[in-house]
C-alpha cells in the first residue's frame, strides 16, 4: 500500500503568493495547489510559468520561512492563506 491509512487525502489550496515591492511591484499571485506539494514546486510553478524571474527567493508563511522541501501541509498553509516571496537565500550557519 503506497498510502498510511490514517493519512487522509491531499486537498486542493487557494493561496495568494504576495511579492515584495521590490520584486514585481507588490503583485498579488492567486495559485491552486495541493497541500501535499512542497514550497519547491511551487516557487517552479512561478518560475515556470514565467511569473517570477529566475532568482533565489525565500517564501515566508505566518512570519515563518519556509523550507523549500517541506509541503505547505507541514507549514500549516490553509485554504485562502497569503504566502509572502521575496528575493534571497538563508545560509545557516
Not at 6 to 22: E, F, M
Not at 35 to 53: A, N, Q, R, W
Amino acid at each position: 500500500m503506497s498510502r498510511v491509512k490514517d493519512d487522509p487525502p491531499s486537498k486542493r489550496l487557494s493561496l495568494v503568493v504576495q511579492t515584495s515591492s521590490s520584486l514585481l511591484n507588490s503583485a498579488r499571485i492567486p495559485v491552486e495547489m495541493k497541500d501535499s506539494s512542497t514550497v519547491y514546486e511551487l516557487k517552479e510553478l512561478l518560475l515556470s510559468g514565467k511569473i517570477l524571474p529566475v532568482d533565489d527567493y525565500l517564501f515566508i508563511h505566518k512570519q515563518r520561512i519556509m523550507r523549500e522541501n517541506c509541503s505547505l501541509k507541514w507549514h500549516g498553509v490553509d485554504d485562502g492563506d497569503f504566502l509572502y516571496v521575496f528575493k534571497g537565500t538563508v545560509c545557516r550557519a
